[in-house]
């Protein structure tokens, strides 16, 4: 986990320099990229009087559109880059923002009184790191131990395989391989993988 920490943080830093409170330092090329994976989650759940944790919020941009566009929303964001984090409660200071590693949040009752209906997470899991499936399967499992009805999160890969890059920022994943890890934890589940050649979004049910 260490070495994943130091890897993702030295980029997004590096980034946030660079870029400041802007797409580009979450790594998404365009706005876009990043509002296309939001509209999967839109379609899939309705978050009317929903509890949701949105892992690896960045800015807190998700949280943004969900207070907006549903009624009754209870939302909180976390990421694990403070920079991210600070910036995200100047441009939306309405949201509950904090600065977390996913990973730690062993409990959500014990740390923040809340058992999410929905657990979110996207673009979070595509760093190229070492043992990339491993990394990825630990990380579904610890998300949705954090939610008492569905985890919702994009990856990037599809099936086959994508070739990787190894010298590259993301890896690609099967995707065959993450639903089969998926079903290893709950049956209902459901894939899509029609939006985009090398991004699919699982919605895992409890
Ligand atoms: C590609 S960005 C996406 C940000 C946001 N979800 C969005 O879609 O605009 C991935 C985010 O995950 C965060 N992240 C990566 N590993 C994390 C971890 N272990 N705990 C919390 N956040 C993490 C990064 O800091 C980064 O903000």
Known sequence: MYQLKMKSLNIYQAKFKKFGSNHK????????????????????????NKKVL???????????????????????????????????????????????DFHELTNTVSYSGIMYDIVLASGVLNSNIPNNMDYREKSIKKMF??????????????????????????????????????????????LRANYHPKDFTIFMYV
């Open 25 to 48: 330092s979450l790594l998404w090329k365009t706005k876009g990229a990043a509002h296309q994976r939001f509209r999967e989650f839109w379609k899939e759940i309705d978050f009317n």
């Open 54 to 100: 949105d892992i690896g919020c960045g800015f807190g941009e998700m949280g943004n559109f969900l207070v907006k566009r549903y009624k009754n929303v209870t939302y909180k964001g976390v990421d694990i880059m403070p920079e991210f984090i600070e910036s995200g409660k100047k441009l939306y200071p309405q949201l509950d923002l904090e600065i977390h």
């Open 145 to 190: 131990e954090l939610t008492n009805n569905c985890l919702a999160f994009n990856m990037l890969g599809s099936h086959p395989q994508p070739k990787n890059d190894e010298d590259s920022n993301v890896w690609y994943a099967d995707s065959l391989e993450i639903i089969e890890y998926c079903m290893s934890l709950s049956q209902r589940v459901i």
